[in-house]
């Protein structure tokens, strides 16, 4: 079964979406067991496929901290057919990456999301027309005023794409926040990179705004172009995939937050 996830192998969290695409250029393994299931184990709780515990390429066991979470990742295994589709499994991978490559290296991939917050989606906004202006503000400007009410983290705005150097001060007052738990930050690292934003995942972890606030937030652009232009069918079937891994990400933060 390891080799099923070895994309995750001594790396921080991937980009879901090339995860999707690497799998997809993979042929498929048969199912080779019975039953998933779920059992007890020191730190958490591990998930079995007839009654042996999953490992990582590495020949980690697979422990998950949580009941509920482990219970939904074992539900992937069963769920799957005559062959294992990893690109059905977001769970299963973000808890691969998470025992493979997060868990003695937490820092460095705290450092690797903070990058983000150099040049957030949320800093750069339309000049025009007025109503995507307005759009942008409207789902962008509470996680804004946020940090900066809250966490002292001050950042500057420009209108279109030119990179703007944000304030060190600021950058350290919302690195500051950042979970300390390798769980939460492997699912931060991707929500980040489906989003294109650190401020809205860390916006998610500390429940300023809801999952389905946090994915409107992230298309704003998109959604407008689409009702513009109208949906490009491709487009959104890539965004639906997103979706499925963000939503993942989204139960592992809900199912580890203190």
Known sequence: MRELFDEAAGQPPPDPRESVRASARTPLRKRFYKEAGVTEAEGGFAITLDGKPIRTPSSRQV?????????????????????????????????????????????????????????????YRAGHPEALVAREAAHWDPVLFWAAERLGAHFILSEGVMHVRQPDEAIQAVRAVLPGDAWSVAA?????????????????????????????????????????????????ARRAARLKDFQAAVTVLAAVRP
């Open 63 to 123: 422990v998950i901290p949580a009941r509920t979470l482990a219970d939904a990742v074992a539900a992937e295994w069963a769920a799957q057919g005559e062959t294992i589709d990893p690109v059905t499994m977001p769970l299963t991978r973000i808890a691969n990456s998470v025992v493979e490559g997060v868990v003695d290296r937490v820092e460095l991939v705290s450092d690797d999301l903070a990058k983000f917050f150099e040049s957030d989606l949320l800093f």
């Open 188 to 236: 931060l690292h991707v929500v980040t990179t489906l989003t294109g934003s650190a401020l809205l995942a860390l916006a998610l972890a500390h429940g300023v705004r809801d999952a389905g606030q946090i994915w409107d937030a992230a298309h704003v652009d998109e959604d407008w172009n689409a009702e513009k232009w109208g949906v490009d069918e491709e487009a959104a």
